[in-house]
């Protein structure tokens, strides 16, 4: 029988990452557990993706997410192929789906795409059969992974009760596929009170859908918050400019000491990366010791370890 998540087996194992949205709170929850013990191990070398193949294709630019799944698979003992976009045959006209098939006629084991259009990894299901995907961020949709080391560093944290945690997300939301993901990710594991803080332009008219409480005011956004994530203007994906004065934007949402004052007195202060300082996060908040956006770099390595673990051995 075919399930009904395309990223679930017939028999509800972890076939393909696509997204957070649809993933069982059970699956969610294994995968951190088995990226804690990664990491409290300190990332050990092992042979469980031994003789297995894992290509990168990135069409968009990325430093964090490209190398950590690049170790991640060399510590499981995997052969790595990373293909350079820029010189291969898609600068040739050549569409994903066919850039797709080759490295599966190559033998892929995991196929690692990142790719500006929304949903475009959906589309390749039809045409692989023992290949698994994970998205690495698609356009303004998810970017799981990200979500996954996001709720694994914040349950480090604050012992993982999520139920009892008031997050807020800060930043360009309306073009944020961590946003979306993180949001997903913390109300699988019950997290009620998630805020997201932006000027109105930049939130997306119905985000109220998703479970979350929107904030304009800064102030009333942070109050009391164990959490606060920040995100970078993702100009890359506005038509047109969201932003009239970055300034006024930096005044207003830039996280500062200041504004950071209105957190709890032990909050946690996140940001994806790449980072703008000055603009979304200023640098004493971003080298600061509330700051664990490095540990964020750290913990994406055993998140990646143990999502291509269960994809290969299905645990
Ligand atoms: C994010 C992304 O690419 O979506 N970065 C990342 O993967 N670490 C966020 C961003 O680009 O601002």
Redesign the pocket.
Known sequence: MLSLHPQLSSKNSLAHLLSIQDLPASILKNIIILANKYIDENFPTNKNLHGKTVANLFFEN?T??KSSFELASQKLGAHTISLNIATSSTAKGESLTDTVSTIVAMGADIVVIRHSESGALFSLLPIIKNTHIINA?DGGHE?PT?ALLDVCTIGRHKQNDFPNLKVAIIGDILHS??ARSDIFALSILGCSDIRVIAPANLLPHNIEELGVKPYYDTKQGLQDVDVVIT??L?KERMQSSFIPDINEYYQKYGLDAHKLSYCAPNAIVMH???LNRGVEICTTVADGNQSVILEQVRNGIGVRMAVMDFLINSI
């Open positions: 990325s964090r997410t961020g970017h990200q596929r961590v995100l970078r993702q994806p990366g790449p």
